[in-house]
T-cell receptor
Framework: AQSVTQLDSQVPVFEEAPVELRCNYSSSVSVYLFWYVQYPNQGLQLLLKYLSGSTLVKGINGFEAEFNKSQTSFHLRKPSVHISDTAEYVCAVSGGYGQNFVFGPGTRLSVLP | NAGVTQTPKFRVLKTGQSMTLLCAQDMNHEYMYWYRQDPGMGLRLIHYSVGEGTTAKGEVPDGYNVSRLKKQNFLLGLESAAPSQTSVYFC??????????FGDGTRLSIL
């Protein structure tokens, strides 16, 4: 069975500062890893995904994440955040289809002016 | 291209009432899912479907039923609503592993 941990429930950061949102997972099988963003009153939108290949994955809106198999992590980073990045960020892991998709509890990113 | 559409967007029910949430997708996806989202707990899978006419239980299926009579539609039913079912419900669909597309959610309050 898979599980996902997002240790930071809330992350406040000033505009134009860098940010890292942490995600750790546990799984006994090979995994696919994802970051989703959720704006208020909306569903989840895919930011980026790791399926295989390069461990550094680039996504939309200037975000990137690095898959670290030895540390079982998939942390999300952005070098300079904007007010519009304020949202909930959800890490997810999948070992395949259907019921194997597990979501983390989410991290609320608040970008301050 | 509408993607995944959920109706209704908001609903208030009294304990014991029944209702059906509708999810429709226009991407010809085989897989469809119903999740509930509660504060601090992340998304939890209620039921899912791997194709027309098939459904399966997820992590928290009790108190819910589903049907997938048409490939593009996935219905979630509450036969006798309970306050513990107050939540935000999300539908998603996918063609392959992990590439799930989400609807905007249904906010359901049970009084």
């Amino acid at each position: 069975a898979q599980s996902v941990t997002q240790l930071d429930s809330q992350v406040p950061v000033f505009e134009e500062a860098p940010v890292e949102l942490r995600c750790n997972y546990s799984s006994s099988v090979s995994v696919y890893l994802f970051w989703y963003v959720q704006y208020p009153n909306q569903g989840l939108q895919l930011l980026l995904k790791y399926l295989s290949g390069s461990t550094l994955v680039k996504g939309i809106n200037g975000f990137e994440a690095e898959f670290n198999k030895s540390q079982t992590s998939f942390h999300l980073r952005k070098p300079s955040v904007h007010i519009s990045d304020t949202a909930e960020y959800v890490c997810a892991v999948s070992g395949g289809y259907g019921q194997n998709f597990v979501f983390g509890p989410g991290t609320r990113l608040s970008v301050l002016p | 291209n509408a993607g995944v559409t959920q109706t209704p967007k908001f609903r208030v029910l009294k304990t014991g009432q029944s209702m059906t949430l509708l999810c429709a997708q226009d991407m010809n996806h085989e897989y469809m899912y119903w999740y509930r989202q509660d504060p601090g707990m992340g998304l939890r899978l209620i039921h899912y479907s791997v194709g027309e006419g098939t459904t399966a239980k997820g992590e928290v299926p009790d108190g819910y039923n589903v049907s997938r009579l048409k490939k593009q539609n996935f219905l979630l039913g509450l036969e006798s609503a309970a306050p513990s079912q107050t939540s935000v419900y999300f539908c998603a669909s996918s063609y392959s592993a992990g590439l799930q597309h989400f609807g905007d959610g249904t906010r359901l309050s049970i009084l």
